[in-house]
């Protein structure tokens, strides 16, 4: 009697999920994250008008992985997202079944086996199992390898359905009619028996038993094509594919099914983790039935089965070209079925020390591949890392935790419709995503609306309270808390931001909530000038009393320059806000008010020098003044915007040692030219 036959047939699915439970039993205990908001805030809305659009996030339309999967789920789970972790724990599980059921068709069960556990510990399957918003993955793997599967046994009808539900996951699955196709032409056994493929089809050709399936193919696309026209999706879409990204998804599909996820990280990956222990003696115990359970022999030659994992592995990952030059590994996991046949075709003849070695290899390769602390920013289809990688969510998940937390203690109470606005945020955290999903999961409360600071106007902010919130590293703060005119300082940051609309909102608060009239009243004039809205301006200038006194302008310079002499800098600003009054169209005084300001009132410096550029774009002067505040004050966005008009206004600039210094700082601080981000 083998060590196999001493247990029940049934104990070895339970060690192996056992030691795969162990394995990710962390991913598992992973919050709702990014995306995740914003389809469960979905599903609390009337279901049936959802399954017309596009859904939450506006992009691709998969009604099943998203409006129906969370429609179940939500009143089920609630807030809990174990739930949902565990049901994309079930569709893995089964997927794994399905797969097995593949690999013992084309090879023999020790092979089987060892392709059934590559599969399984793929270092992007952490990410699928992460993140709740991959069972649209996980059920396109479902229901393709079902498809599979009930075409095989000549059950063409199911496996009809299951491609339908497969492509309503994602659009991944499209290309399964002509992988089907695949093992049809390569004589690999359908209609249940493996001896007469031809019998099995009943004579009927390849094309015509495939024709139901290209059908719903084609129906489907027409569908997508129509609720993306109604969604106005593709006006937003903005991509251009060429035969290139087509290249460049298979290449980034091969990466993925080696572990390339990161190239440069490989070695150092490997270096500094090491295999899971429990995982690796639950896994590694499963070469007791390696010797004692023998599959059937497969008549298919290892150029068959290689043709048909190579074929399959190009067609699953075509699907990826459109977002090629977004590319993530976790893409790729229906491609990934093609790398388990071929390392379960390499290990169709391993003994049990064989098998223990492949477990540690793999768990040793899945460690180090799955906890590479890097990932991907710019986008290009050649670009050598993934994007969403495992520690990318682990990261996002430990910065949620903590910015959450941070948020409830600075404001424990949120009054109803209270509008949150984050002026800095820890970079790539996804803690605000769209308009504050996340925070009204948070606090229960749907009337509540978060947004980037930038993002303050009319239509976000309306007349709802306000909290403006900045995180300094360790903790929220309150930006401008205690302040006189708060309005007046978020109105004031965001003429410098370059969103005027906003800036005219602040202020137009300020004035409701009767802060002073005058500096109000004198921005907004200049933030509704700069919309475009010349009569709106005007009459917040006449508002703030000004008018046009040539006479009056020039004596006021004069004032304010004697005053200058005289070392009276206090008597100057007053003289030159007295020229500004008097023509406020000129840009002299403005100029001049701003560089008097530089060492006392920095902000609004700058905002006099905005004015006075806007008055004269041709003063290289002033524009390099500003270039050098705006650097100082670290907005680097407004001062990256004024050095592409002095780079077109003055070639000179790279003789100034402060406008050189002023680069080099930009660039350290943008970190310009990097792809990828190591932490």
């Known amino acids: 009697m083998t060590p196999a036959e001493k247990w029940p047939r049934w104990s070895a699915p339970l060690v192996a999920l056992a030691g795969l439970g162990a394995l990710y039993a962390d991913a598992l205990r992973t919050g709702f994250l990014n995306d995740d908001h914003l389809f469960l805030e979905q599903a609390r809305q009337p279901f049936l008008p959802s399954l017309a659009h596009l859904g939450a996030l506006g992009n691709y339309y998969r009604p099943l992985s998203r409006q129906i999967y969370f429609a179940l789920l939500t009143p089920l789970a609630g807030h809990a997202p174990l739930a949902f972790h565990l049901v994309n724990a079930a569709l893995f599980a089964v997927s794994l079944a399905l797969l097995l059921d593949v690999l013992i068709v084309l090879v023999p069960w020790p092979g089987a086996l060892a392709g059934a556990l590559y599969f399984a510990l793929i270092p992007f399957q952490r990410v699928n199992l992460i993140w709740v918003s991959c069972s649209q993955d996980l059920l396109a793997l479902a229901l393709s390898l079902g498809g599979l599967a009930l075409f095989r046994r000549g059950r063409d009808g199911w496996a009809c359905a299951a491609y339908l539900g497969a492509i309503a996951s994602k659009e991944v699955a499209f290309p399964l009619p002509a992988a089907l196709a695949l093992w049809l032409a390569l004589g690999l056994p359908a209609g249940g028996t493996a001896r007469d493929p031809v019998a099995a089809r009943g004579g009927r050709s390849i094309a015509h038993r495939l024709a139901p399936f290209v059908a719903i193919g084609i129906a489907w696309l027409v569908l997508e094509l129509v609720v993306r026209a109604r969604d106005h999706a593709f006006d937003r879409a903005g991509i251009h594919v060429t035969p290139e990204w087509f290249a460049a998804a298979v290449v980034h599909g091969i990466q993925s099914l080696i572990g390339l996820d990161h190239p440069s990280g490989f070695l150092r990956g490997l270096a500094e983790n090491s295999p899971a222990l429990v995982p690796l003696i639950l896994l590694a115990a499963l070469a007791l039935w390696i010797g004692g359970a023998a599959g059937r022999a497969s008549t298919a030659t290892p150029r068959t089965i290689v043709s048909f994992a190579a074929g399959w592995t190009v067609l699953f990952s075509l699907p990826a070209a459109p977002v090629a030059h977004t590319w993530s590994a976790y893409y790729y996991t229906l491609a990934a079925v093609g790398g388990a046949i071929l390392v379960g075709l390499a290990c169709r003849r391993i003994d049990r020390w064989g098998w223990v070695l492949l477990t540690a290899a793999l768990l040793w390769w899945h460690a180090g591949i799955g906890h590479t602390r890097a990932f991907a920013v710019v986008n290009r289809p050649w670009g050598w890392t993934s994007h969403l990688m495992a520690s990318y969510f682990e990261r996002g998940a430990a910065l949620n935790d903590s910015l959450g937390l941070e948020l409830e ?265 990097a792809t990828v981000v190591e932490f």
Not at 587 to 595: C, K
Not at 618 to 626: C, K, Q, S, T, V
Not at 627 to 633: C, E, M, N, Y
């Open 409 to 673: 203690r600075i404001a424990p109470r949120p009054a109803h419709g209270t509008r949150f606005f984050f002026a800095t945020l820890p970079p790539w955290a996804g803690f605000q995503m769209g308009n504050g999903a996340a925070i009204r999961e948070r606090y229960r409360d749907p009337t509540l609306a978060s947004y980037f600071y930038s993002q303050f106007s009319d239509s976000t902010a309306g007349d709802h309270p306000c909290r403006f919130l900045y995180w300094d590293g360790v903790a929220f703060r309150e930006l401008y808390r205690g302040s006189d005119a708060p309005w007046f300082q978020v109105g004031s940051d965001l003429m410098l931001f370059g969103e005027p609309a906003g800036a005219a909102h602040a202020f137009r608060r300020g004035l409701a909530e009767g802060e002073g009239r005058t500096d109000h009243l004198y921005w907004l004039g200049w933030a509704e000038l700069e919309r475009g809205r010349r009569p709106a301006a005007e009459a917040a200038w006449k508002a703030f009393g000004a008018m046009d006194d040539t006479a009056a302008y020039h004596r006021h310079l004069a004032e304010a320059s004697a005053a200058v002499v005289a070392h009276d800098t206090v008597t100057a600003r007053r003289r030159l806000f007295d020229a500004v009054r008097a023509g406020i169209g000129r840009p002299e005084a403005h100029t001049a008010l701003g560089r008097l300001l530089e060492r006392v009132q920095l902000k609004y410096a700058l905002m006099e020098l905005q004015v006075s550029l806007r008055l004269d774009p041709r003063d290289i002067g002033a524009r390099r003044d500003l270039i050098a505040g705006l650097v100082a004050v670290r907005l680097d966005d407004a001062a990256r915007r004024e050095f592409t008009i002095m780079e077109r206004m003055d070639p000179g600039w790279r003789k100034s040692p402060e406008m050189l210094a002023a680069r080099r700082v930009l660039d350290q601080r943008s970190n310009e030219g």
